[in-house]
């Protein structure tokens, strides 16, 4: 009996080294892909902290029918003019009043509003201004509130002069 327990015992024990091997290799793995996903989540959150967006100045221009708007680009990040497009929206309406939404396309409609590029180069960068046309009517309106909102959740909000 002496012999069989212990090539009993030899056998257990190999057979939990390879138990705890395979259990190793599964968590050390599995450590990995949350260390691929937490990095994933941070570089994002990290992006939208260094987007950072301003209102200058806008206007109504009456022969053409649109609102204009000059939108900084105050962060420290670019922006693809592509990513912008039907996924960014700009809320246009009275000073206290209920706003209209438009979004932002490269299409222009009664429905959306149209992205000037002044250097063409399809990147809103760091520094860089573009402007946005919005087809709102702003006649007899003394002030607007305006909103632009990115993709990435950021924001700049204004009032101007209708």
Do not use: C
Not at 10 to 35: E, H, P
Not at 112 to 138: F, M, Q, R
């Amino acid at each position: 009996m002496g012999e069989s327990t212990a090539i009993v015992h030899a056998i257990l024990t190999i057979v939990g080294v390879i138990m705890a091997s395979i259990f190793a290799a599964y968590i050390i793995s599995r450590m990995g892909y949350v260390n691929s996903v937490l990095s994933n989540v941070l570089n994002n959150k990290l992006q939208e902290l260094q987007t950072n967006i301003k209102i200058i100045t806008g206007f109504y221009n009456a022969s053409s029918g649109y609102y204009v708007i000059y939108v900084k680009n105050v962060g420290s990040t670019e922006i693809s003019e592509r990513d912008l497009y039907n996924r960014s929206e700009v809320y246009i309406g009275p000073y206290n009043g209920y706003p209209k939404m438009y979004l932002i396309s490269n299409v222009a409609s009664s429905k959306t509003a149209t992205l000037v590029d002044l250097n063409n180069d399809g990147v809103w960068s760091p520094g860089e201004t573009i402007i946005l046309k919005v087809p709102y009517n702003a006649t007899g309106i003394n002030a607007v509130e305006v909103k632009v909102v990115l993709p990435s959740g950021s924001y700049a909000e204004e009032v101007l002069p209708g």
